[in-house]
């Protein structure tokens, strides 16, 4: 035991020995909050320990808006009124029917050959500048009065979010987020061994890249503009405790901005059962209502059904939005039991990915910006 723990401090040191420089001023001590009710301050050192056992936290340690202590977190997010039923279904069907499995796969190809995109890496910056590149490219025929690429920085580690802004027409300051984390991880050593993350969470980037690549060419392009403002978030630093997505909703938090849905996707390529594909619908630290809509677009765009899971944890930036007083949702690839079990390894690679499975996720997304692009928002009471 005594040995292991050795090897382990050992990692632990030569781990932070190759991290991003900047660590040594910011990263000595971090603020996690491990359940509802509990918060404790560790070392960078503790934390990565905390992550190889598979304790589960977010790191809040920039993030105090809402340390409330709030019992029921879900309950202090307003909730509205989403549509019950689906009203755009010839749009919605023209344009998933040109879903690109081939591009999805180009794309996951190059994604995954970054060595990592671990978010204190040098490659993992490389990765988000090749993503910045794709998304200017994708955008770059629609006008700059209205659609944007624009990078959130990060000033204690080197991957940026990024965020792409379409301005909606008549009520913009209604805001719908599709989000996804850009970062991979390798729990045994981040900073040494290779993270491909090609489910976790190259999937649900191809998945929102491939979304956004059909809006533009089938929507936009035509010049229509959804009435509210729609944007895709490439969250950095999920994997560090949902850093990059609680820097962004905190910043929105702050400047009272109206985000009235976001879907998360992560994790959208893996069918451990293929007699049984399904997706899973998460139903835990998300809004009831938006879950409950997500479900509508499900039954109405996908050729295969939904289960209802949960993951038991905040386990994606989800979490982040709703602590941040953001109604989200969450679809995963399936039941969080059947969910790819080689995430956080040099496993995790394209070859065990079902593209046909990630363009059922594609669906999603683009049901959901096309339905609620439009939308007249009204909070419930
Ligand atoms: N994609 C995972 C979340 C996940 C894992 C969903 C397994 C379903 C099955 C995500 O990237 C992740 O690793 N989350 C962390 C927690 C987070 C707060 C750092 C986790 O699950 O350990
Ligand atoms: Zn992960």
Same mark, same amino acid.
């Given at each position: 035991?005594?040995?292991?723990?050795?090897?382990?401090?050992?990692?632990?040191?030569?781990?932070?020995?190759?991290?991003?420089?900047?660590?040594?001023?910011?990263?000595?001590?971090?603020?996690?909050?491990?359940?509802?009710?509990?918060?404790?301050?560790?070392?960078?050192?503790?934390?990565?320990?905390?992550?190889?056992?598979?304790?589960?936290?977010?790191?809040?340690?920039?993030?105090?808006?809402?340390?409330?202590?709030?019992?029921?977190?879900?309950?202090?997010?307003?909730?509205?009124?989403?549509?019950?039923?689906?009203?755009?279904?010839?749009?919605?069907?023209?344009? $998933? &029917?040109?879903?690109?499995? %081939?591009?999805? @796969?180009?794309? /996951?190809?190059?994604?995954?050959?970054?060595?990592? #995109? =671990?978010?204190?890496?040098?490659?993992?910056?490389?990765?988000?500048?090749?993503?910045?590149?794709?998304?200017?490219?994708?955008?770059?025929?629609?006008?700059?009065?209205?659609?944007?690429?624009?990078?959130?920085?990060?000033?204690?580690?080197?991957?940026?979010?990024?965020?792409?802004?379409?301005?909606?027409?008549?009520?913009?300051?209604?805001?719908?987020?599709?989000?996804?984390?850009?970062?991979?991880?390798?729990?045994?050593?981040?900073?040494?061994?290779?993270?491909?993350?090609?489910?976790?969470?190259?999937?649900?980037?191809?998945?929102?890249?491939?979304?956004?690549?059909?809006?533009?060419?089938?929507?936009?392009?035509?010049?229509?503009?959804?009435?509210?403002? $729609? &944007?895709?978030?490439?969250? %950095?630093?999920? @994997?560090?405790? /949902?850093?990059?997505?609680?820097?962004?909703?905190? #910043? =929105?938090?702050?400047?009272?901005?109206?985000?009235?849905?976001?879907?998360?996707?992560?994790?959208?390529?893996?069918?451990?059962?293929?007699?049984?594909?399904?997706?899973?619908?998460?139903?835990?630290?998300?809004?009831?209502?938006?879950?409950?809509?997500?479900?509508?677009?499900?039954?109405?765009?996908?050729?295969?059904?939904?289960?209802?899971?949960?993951?038991?944890?905040?386990?994606?930036?989800?979490?982040?939005?709703?602590?941040?007083?953001?109604?989200?949702?969450?679809?995963?690839?399936?039941?969080?039991?059947?969910?790819?079990?080689?995430?956080?390894?040099?496993?995790?690679?394209?070859?065990?990915?079902?593209?046909?499975?990630?363009?059922?996720?594609?669906? $999603?997304?683009?049901?959901?910006?096309?339905?609620?692009?439009?939308?007249?928002?009204?909070?419930?009471?």
């Amino acid at each position: 035991m005594k040995l292991l723990s050795a090897i382990t401090a050992g990692l632990a040191v030569l781990d932070y020995a190759t991290s991003y420089p900047f660590e040594s001023y910011f990263g000595s001590t971090r603020v996690i909050q491990l359940s509802k009710d509990t918060v404790r301050t560790v070392s960078e050192d503790e934390k990565l320990s905390f992550m190889r056992k598979g304790i589960k936290f977010m790191d809040i340690t920039n993030n105090f808006l809402h340390l409330k202590n709030n019992e029921n977190l879900e309950d202090a997010v307003p909730r509205y009124n989403y549509p019950s039923k689906t009203l755009r279904e010839e749009l919605v069907n023209t344009i $998933i &029917e040109n879903i690109d499995k %081939s591009s999805m @796969e180009v794309n /996951l190809a190059k994604f995954t050959s970054f060595y990592t #995109r =671990y978010y204190k890496s040098e490659t993992g910056y490389q990765s988000a500048q090749w993503l910045e590149h794709n998304l200017l490219n994708i955008t770059s025929g629609v006008s700059a009065d209205f659609v944007s690429v624009e990078r959130v920085i990060h000033p204690e580690w080197k991957q940026y979010s990024i965020i792409v802004k379409v301005l909606g027409s008549e009520t913009p300051e209604n805001i719908v987020v599709m989000g996804s984390h850009q970062d991979s991880i390798n729990l045994i050593l981040p900073s040494v061994l290779a993270a491909p993350g090609a489910d976790d969470n190259g999937s649900g980037t191809v998945t929102n890249l491939e979304a956004l690549r059909l809006y533009v060419e089938h929507y936009l392009k035509k010049g229509n503009r959804p009435k509210n403002t $729609i &944007e895709f978030h490439f969250y %950095s630093a999920e @994997e560090g405790g /949902l850093l990059g997505s609680l820097d962004v909703f905190s #910043r =929105y938090a702050s400047e009272h901005k109206r985000v009235v849905a976001m879907l998360q996707q992560d994790m959208t390529g893996y069918v451990q059962d293929p007699e049984n594909e399904h997706v899973g619908v998460i139903t835990d630290y998300v809004n009831s209502e938006l879950t409950d809509f997500i479900k509508v677009i499900v039954n109405s765009y996908l050729s295969i059904p939904y289960v209802e899971t949960k993951c038991g944890y905040a386990c994606s930036d989800h979490g982040s939005a709703t602590r941040n007083g953001y109604p989200s949702a969450f679809v995963i690839e399936s039941d969080f039991k059947k969910t790819n079990k080689y995430i956080h390894s040099t496993m995790d690679t394209l070859d065990r990915l079902s593209f046909d499975h990630m363009a059922e996720h594609t669906k $999603i997304v683009i049901g959901s910006i096309i339905e609620l692009g439009d939308w007249s928002f009204l909070e419930l009471k």
